[in-house]
Structure formats: structure tokens, C-alpha cells
């Protein structure tokens, strides 16, 4: 099973500021079949990225990701007050599709 | 837009088998695009990959649950359904049903809170 670990647990920033959000996998994932997730309370996760940098449906350019192999990158590259919520990173390639713990980004 | 949502008791008494139903609309259960998928989330804490089933029938679930849990799909009624063997206060979560390419999420359920208490 591969493990995700997401960091850091909570981000603390302003609107307009960018944020940096990392998952690092305990072994290589494969094809790049790694997918972020945004969370709001209440809600059910929404895609944001698949296939480690390609933008779901609907998702604005703000957002995008990055990496390969076992380290990988979402960047909100200004925060509107709407992506105030949880991220989650999920890989997709192996059986189980194991998520990251969350990270959590907060308005400081 | 393929849409899911969850339905089946919010209640259910420990040891006793969560059944859960997630119904599909907008699109067919049967086309093969999809991979049709569990997950979990106890309140306040992080998701849970329970386990998922292709059109085929075959099925992939997570090892720690596996021995409890079986998924299987009614393409008649454009159905997929969970169910989760001798429950305990552990399994109280909201569950969510999804579908996507291999074991992604591309569209979910609204989520349906399943509490496990006598």
C-alpha cells in the first residue's frame, strides 16, 4: 500500500497570497496517477487535479499541480476567499487508492 | 454529468450490515468508462478508499476492510451497492459514492452519514 504524506497540516495565509501545498509518497507512483482534491464543510470532495498537473473540468488556472515519481506539488497561485478548505492528495494507480491525511488552508 | 447519490438507513446496530446504495444518473453504469467507487470519512477526520467495482463485476477492495465488505452493481437500475459486515462505533462515518477513471474521483455523491450505535 502507498502511503501519502501531506504537508504542511494547516496553511495559514492572506487572500491574494500563494499557497504551496506538498505530497510525498512512500514509493513511486506510477504513470503519474496522482489527483488533488478540495474539500469545503459539509461537502463532498471536488477533482481539481489528475494525472499530477492536469486541470479537471471547470477548475480555474489559479490552480495547478506538479511533480512526478514520489514528490508532488499543488500551488494556488493567489487565494480567493472561495479556496479557503481542505486539499487532499489521492493515488490512483494501485490498489488502494490511498488519500493523503489533508492539508488544511486557513484565512491568518 | 454523471451524478450519484447515496441512500439507506442513517442507523444501523452494531455487529450488524451497513447496506448502502449509490443510484447513477446522467449516464450508464454499464458504458465502461467508469470505475464505480466507496469511500469514507469519519467526522472531522481524513477520507478512506473503501473499494470500487468495474461493469465487469470485478472488484478491488481495501485490505483493511476486505473482509468485511462487498460491492456489487444492478446495471438494470443503474445501481452500485455496499455492504459492510459486523459494524462497530468505528465504522460511523459519512460514505460516499464515486465514479472515475481507476480508483479516482472524478464525480461524487453527496455523501450519506451512516451512524453505528444501539
Known amino acids: 500500500e502507498i502511503v501519502l504524506t501531506q504537508s504542511p497540516g494547516t496553511l495559514s495565509l492572506s487572500p491574494g497570497e500563494r499557497a504551496t501545498l506538498s505530497c510525498r509518497a512512500s514509493?513511486?507512483?506510477?504513470?503519474?496517477?496522482l489527483a488533488w482534491y478540495q474539500q469545503k464543510p459539509g461537502q463532498a470532495p471536488r477533482l481539481l487535479i489528475y494525472?499530477?498537473?492536469s486541470r479537471a473540468t471547470g477548475i480555474p488556472d489559479r490552480f495547478s499541480g506538479s511533480g512526478s515519481g514520489t514528490d508532488f506539488t499543488l500551488t494556488i497561485s493567489s487565494l480567493e476567499p472561495d479556496d479557503f478548505a481542505v486539499y487532499y492528495c489521492?493515488?490512483?494507480?494501485?490498489?488502494?487508492?490511498?488519500f493523503g491525511q489533508g492539508t488544511k488552508v486557513e484565512i491568518k | 454529468q454523471v451524478q450519484l447519490q447515496e441512500s439507506g438507513p442513517g442507523l444501523v446496530k452494531p455487529s450488524q450490515t451497513l447496506s448502502l446504495i449509490c443510484t447513477v444518473s446522467?449516464?450508464?453504469?454499464?458504458?465502461?468508462?467508469?470505475?464505480w467507487s466507496w469511500i469514507r470519512q469519519p467526522a472531522g477526520k481524513g477520507l478512506e478508499w473503501i473499494g470500487r467495482?468495474?461493469?465487469?463485476?470485478?472488484?478491488n477492495y481495501n485490505p483493511s476492510l476486505k473482509s468485511r465488505v462487498t460491492i456489487s452493481v444492478d446495471t438494470s437500475k443503474n445501481q452500485f451497492s455496499l455492504k459492510l459486515s459486523s459494524v462497530t462505533a468505528a465504522d460511523t462515518a459519512v460514505y460516499y459514492c464515486?465514479?472515475?477513471?481507476?480508483?479516482?474521483?472524478?464525480?461524487w455523491g453527496q455523501g450519506i452519514l451512516v451512524t453505528v450505535s444501539s
Open positions: 489521492q493515488q490512483y494507480g494501485s490498489s488502494p487508492g490511498t
Open positions: 446522467g449516464g450508464s453504469i454499464s458504458s465502461g468508462s467508469y470505475y
Open positions: 514509493q513511486s507512483i506510477s504513470s503519474g496517477y
Open positions: 494525472g499530477a498537473s
Open positions: 464515486a465514479s472515475g477513471y481507476y480508483f479516482r474521483g472524478d464525480h
Open positions: 467495482i468495474y461493469t465487469s463485476g470485478s472488484t
